[in-house]
């Protein structure tokens, strides 16, 4: 069975970092692209960012994390980290860590195994 655990979220001052953590059961995590998603109350869920698997090293961002999120692998570990600086009360959300098995896509309908998702909440 799969399973994705993220852990790392908190509550934070405007301004302040948080590093969210991405691990697997299951699966090998590195075969897999992984995606963070959001979700804020009363919101639709939304893309954060995204690496390729292993050995393709691309990177994406939404265009409001730019410059301040950055989605990396630990390979030894099997993880994947989102770190997140200058966080604003707007990045207050549950995240979600997802991994499909193909290249990188924004559609989170496009992935198939699913974090429970950790709450970050920044305070202004």
């Known amino acids: 069975q799969v399973q994705l655990v993220e852990s790392g979220g908190g509550l934070v001052q405007a301004g302040g970092s948080l590093r969210l953590s991405c691990s697997a059961s299951?699966?090998?995590?590195?075969?897999?692209?992984v995606t963070w998603f959001r979700q804020a109350p009363g919101k639709e869920r939304e893309f954060v960012a995204a690496?390729?698997?292993?050995?393709?090293?691309?990177?994406y961002y939404a265009d409001s994390v730019k410059g301040r999120f950055t989605i990396s692998r630990d390979s030894a570990k099997g993880t994947v980290h989102l770190q997140m600086n200058s966080l604003k009360p707007e990045d207050t959300a549950i995240y979600y860590c997802?991994?499909?098995?193909?290249?990188?896509?924004?559609?989170?309908?496009?992935?198939?195994?699913w974090g429970q998702g950790t709450q970050v909440t920044v305070s202004s």
């Open positions: 997802a991994a499909r098995r193909g290249s990188l896509s924004t559609g989170d309908n496009d992935y198939a195994y």
């Open positions: 299951g699966i090998t995590l590195s075969q897999y692209s």
């Open positions: 690496i390729s698997r292993s050995g393709d090293s691309d990177t």
